[in-house]
């Protein structure tokens, strides 16, 4: 749905964008996740040609979206709904006029304007303040307009760009939650820029990790959980630092799926006879399914701890040993 091929982008002799690929599969909602500066905001400004790349190609749909022409690419983000860290909304217009501001570019007929208006907040929870202006809406209430506004002409895909970091840790929830229904109920590829895992966690399908303009890796986030190493799979389950164990080997454990229901650790400790001591444990909801991360203390010498290692492994958990005895 959304192919971004060999993107270069760079503003003076720095470069915000350095040979990015990244595709996004029909319906997922997808992160892209890094800190500031990683180039995240600029990325998802190629998609919508906000910012031109100065190599590779974007395709959103089957549309090559960098080789439009201004016309045509005025079209194209017609069918690309955008939501805004802080809102953009404008303040002496009221929820619905916001709203209605954004069809007057699509040609709709005033009254057509008011009813599909109405019909937005509507499905985002907000017809009973059609006629509130900005300042008298909280802020989530402010978002869920942005987002009303966003699907005003019913785009394909909703671009997201830090929507939930101003808002407090219950209305970021209420707001992602909504992002993931209207996915599912609208059919919406969605293309989320955050610096935050736990947005990860809640809403994403799939995520790729951003690093100084550059993909440090990519993928669904299952499949990330279960590779060996994986930054966004320690990112999403901090377990804090590694003690240092004197005569202990420390593995992490990733589960998930089914592998996080089956007793593994229990087996390991009396299939092989090992009094293991569990440092740490976290258990999330990713992706639909359950998934976590465990940090097991083993005793014995490095043999030991590679033969525990191999059991886990043949069990169809991803470990990584952290600190050997």
Known sequence: ??????????????????????????????????????????????????????????????????SLSDRALREARHRI?????????????????????????VGRSRADRRRHAVEMLDLVGLAARADAYPAELSGGQRQRVGIARALASKPDVLLSDEATSAL????????LALIRRLSSELGLTVLLITHEMDVVKQVCDGAALLEQGRVIEQGPLLELVRTRGSRLARDLFPLGDVPRLPGYGVLDLTFAGGEAERPTIAMLARDLQLDVSILGATIETIAGEQAGRTRLAVPGDPSVVERAERFLVEHGVSVEVVSAP
């Open 168 to 175: 407090d840790p219950d209305t970021t929830r209420q707001i």
């Open 1 to 66: 749905m959304i192919t971004i091929d060999h993107v270069t982008r760079s503003y003076g002799g720095v470069r915000a964008l350095d040979d990015v690929s990244i595709h996004v599969p029909r319906g997922q909602v997808f992160g892209v996740v890094g800190q500031s500066g990683a180039g995240k905001s600029t990325l998802l400004r190629t998609v919508n040609a906000l910012e031109r790349p100065d190599s590779g190609r974007v395709v959103v749909d089957d549309v090559e979206i960098t």
């Open 81 to 105: 709904g955008m939501v805004f860290q802080h809102f953009n909304l404008v303040g002496n217009r009221t929820a619905a006029e916001n709203i209605e501001f954004a069809l007057e570019a």
